[in-house]
């Protein structure tokens, strides 16, 4: 499959600041990218579908404005949690698809936000 | 509406027994059946998956059956090791990769003790 880069693994910020998550597909160009969250002890929720050189697809209940995504490239996808609070605070995972060999995911990022 | 559901949602077993969990879904167009493994602080990995052309795929000590019919499926890890204790997720999505979205389980918590 392919070979998904996240960064960073962990992060802590302050309540009402931004965050950056990156996610990079180092051997795939990938038109579409996917991020996921999950809650301890839970399973991956999707939150939306990235989209190279397009608007992202968010799914119901997840707030546009709060969870912007950017796919600016073919191997570049970012999830960035705007004026975080500590309800956000979770495990962010994006995956990469492709047609034969399934998705592959990333490592992670563990957000706290205090 | 919850597409794939999977039981047990936890599961102990005794080194060099079997393992087995269960996932049912719902949508007939699903078409690409993967199960993924996951460690504490990690990103999902992808361990086997199955199309609805084939009723069982097997790959080391781990097997896919599947029954389109019942539209039910199952992993089977043979000679469980305490190294497989993890957290599995059975999944669904038309199509296998690209810009078809998976749809997870809940999940189960698998510990195999020594």
């Known amino acids: 499959g392919a070979v998904v880069s996240q960064h960073p693994s962990r992060v802590i910020c302050k309540s009402g600041t931004s965050v950056k998550i990156e996610c990079r597909s180092l051997?795939?160009?990938?038109?579409?990218m996917f991020w996921y969250r999950q809650f301890p002890k839970q399973s991956l929720m999707l939150m939306a579908t990235s989209n190279e050189g397009s608007k992202a697809t968010y799914e119901q209940g997840v707030e546009k404005d709060k969870f912007l995504i950017n796919h600016a490239s073919l191997t570049l996808s970012t999830l960035t949690v705007t004026s975080a609070h500590p309800e956000d605070s979770s495990f962010y995972i994006c995956s990469v698809g492709q047609a034969r060999n399934g998705y592959t995911f990333g490592s992670g990022t563990r957000l706290t936000v205090v | 509406q919850q597409q794939v559901k999977q039981s047990p949602q936890s599961l102990i077993v005794q080194k060099g027994g079997i393992s087995i969990i269960n996932c049912a879904y719902e949508n007939t167009a699903f078409d690409y059946f993967p199960w993924y493994q996951q460690f504490p602080g990690k990103g999902p990995a992808l361990l086997i998956a199955?199309?609805?052309?084939?009723s069982e795929k097997k790959e080391g000590r781990f097997t896919i059956s599947f029954n389109k019919s019942a539209k039910q499926f199952s992993l089977h890890i043979m000679d469980s090791q305490p190294g497989d204790s993890a957290t599995y997720f059975c999944a669904a999505s038309k199509g296998g990769g690209s810009n078809y979205k998976l749809t997870f389980g809940k999940g189960t918590l698998l510990t195999v003790n020594p």
């Open positions: 051997d795939f160009q990938a038109t579409t």
């Open positions: 199955i199309r609805p052309d084939v």
